[in-house]
Structures are given as structure tokens and as C-alpha cells.
């Protein structure tokens, strides 16, 4: 929960094998539980408020939806102390993709966890999405990664790490997450103009 999700690549929606899903949201929910939330300027907060009081209230609306639409809350899911703009951080198990937490775009400490079956299934789910910015899959087997990998609709894919960005590497989105590319090769074409010139030559006996 980089930034505490205010991340505009934040992996919110977290696709969980079924083999491994109990014990993913187990692990889940005690990593959230464990994150010590306060002041940033202390060197022991981990987890911290949110930007203002419209992005608060907006997480807030976020987290109340889910419960309404039938997500089990696994952590957090309120208000921490009673001054600025905490949030505990937020896990939900059991989402389904129609929900509004799998479909928009957060941008809070809320971690959805999605379980599948198949690759194919969870390639096709994952990219039923109008955004595109960036994806991950963490995986022991590199021809399952390259494979998924390929087929994410997703201008930034990491294999197993997250949200890893360098000044050489082009960073942009599919979709509705944007047009161009920032960093790299790509980026210094966006500050260039393309000019066409057509010269006619003339015949020799002209």
C-alpha cells in the first residue's frame, strides 16, 4: 500500500489462485493488521492519512459499498483515531468483479482479493477493465510469467516485484489510463515535431 494507496499504479485488485487463497488472505490480513499507522515524520509509521478530507470520505464510501455488496472484510475498514485522515489499512476477501471496488479505481488502502482458477480465466478478468496503466504476477514458473505477461493489457508489467520504475524504461497506459509514455526513448519523442518534405526533382532535359 505504497503511499497509502494513493498510488496511481496501486495493486488494488490482488487475483489469488484457489490452492493458495485461504492462506493468502490469512497472510493478508496480518500484514494489514501489523502496519503501524501515525505521523509520517515518525521513522517507525509505516502506513499513513490521506491526502484531504474529500479523499477520506471517498475511500470511506469505497469501503462501505464493498460491505453492502457482500465482500468480507478482513481488516481494517475504518477510521484510524479520531483527528486527520486515517484509514487502518483495508483487506476484503471474497470479491467478485462486479463490485465497485474490482471495477473503479480506489486510489486508498484498500486491497481487494479476488479468487480465480485458471490462467486464462484470470487473464481475461484482469484486463475486463477500462484502465491499463499496470499489472503484476508473482510466480516460480517464467514461462507462466512471460505468458501472462504477453497477454495483460497493461502499458508497465512487473514479474514478481511491484511498482519498480527506472528512467530508462517507458512508463505509460492502456486504455483509459492515459496517452504516451514518460521515461525513456519513448518520453523524448513526445517533445519532438515530425516534419514531412516532399521535393519534387526535375527532369533532366528541363
Request: proline residues 3%.
Amino acid at each position: 500500500m505504497a503511499n497509502h494507496g494513493q498510488n496511481c499504479c496501486a495493486g488494488s485488485r490482488t487475483f489469488v489462485h484457489e490452492k493458495i487463497y485461504d492462506e493468502f488472505v490469512k497472510l493478508s490480513k496480518m500484514q494489514a493488521e501489523n502496519r503501524i499507522v501515525g505521523d509520517p515524520w515518525d521513522d517507525i509509521t509505516m502506513h499513513s492519512a490521506q491526502v484531504d478530507d474529500k479523499q477520506f470520505k471517498k475511500v470511506m464510501e469505497y469501503v462501505e459499498s464493498a460491505k453492502a455488496e457482500g465482500a468480507v472484510l478482513q481488516a481494517g475498514g475504518c477510521r484510524y483515531g479520531d483527528k486527520g485522515y486515517f484509514i487502518k489499512p483495508t483487506v476484503f476477501s471474497d470479491v467478485k468483479d462486479d463490485m465497485r471496488i474490482a471495477r473503479e479505481e480506489i486510489f486508498g488502502p484498500v486491497q481487494s482479493i479476488i479468487k480465480f482458477s485458471s490462467l486464462d480465466e484470470v487473464v481475461q478478468r484482469a484486463n475486463a477493465t477500462n484502465y491499463g496503466l499496470a499489472a503484476g504476477v508473482f510466480t516460480s514458473n517464467i514461462n507462466t510469467a512471460l505468458m501472462v505477461a504477453q497477454k495483460m493489457k497493461a502499458g508497465s508489467m512487473w514479474i514478481n516485484c511491484y511498482d519498480i520504475v527506472t528512467p530508462q524504461t517507458p512508463f505509460g497506459g492502456y486504455k483509459m489510463s492515459g496517452q504516451g509514455r514518460e521515461l525513456g526513448e519513448y518520453a523524448l519523442k513526445e517533445y519532438t515535431e515530425v516534419k514531412t518534405i516532399t521535393i519534387k526533382v526535375p527532369e533532366k532535359n528541363s
